[in-house]
């Protein structure tokens, strides 16, 4: 799914679920393979992210979705992924070849994991990623 925010908000943001063990490990995933430092991040527990949550008539209680900014425009689900691994560099950026499969039988698999995250991967009580180093990346 994309949605339009207005053009006047920062580019290239991901907003992830701040208390899921899954998502800390893609954002710490991203960091380590974002050699420009491109991609902002943002939990959607944060100031940040509850207001771009609002914008979109999003609840933060029930986040099954990682979102990306791009441009003014808003990605969910597995478009939001390929999107970000299309700014990757090589070898992760073949990940983006997954855009072969329909965009619904990729949401189909995005949802499954994203309902079972918790059990697999853990559940977290606050963001962990936000030290030092990476300070200036966080929203």
Known sequence: MRTMLDKSHDDKIIIFDGTCGLCHAW?????????TA??????????????????????????ETMLYVEQGAVYTKSESFLKIVSHLPMPVRLLS???????????FVYDRIARNRYKLFGL????????????DRFL
Do not use: H, W
Request: with cysteine.
């Open 27 to 35: 954002v710490r995933f991203i960091i380590r393979f974002d050699d």
């Open 124 to 135: 977290r009580d606050m963001c962990l990623l936000t030290d030092g180093r990476y300070k």
């Open 97 to 107: 070849c997954l855009n072969i499969f329909p965009g619904p039988l990729r949401d």
């Open 38 to 63: 491109i991609f902002r991040f943002a939990s959607a527990q944060s100031e940040y992210g509850q207001t771009i949550l609002e914008r979109l008539n999003m609840q933060a209680v029930i986040f």
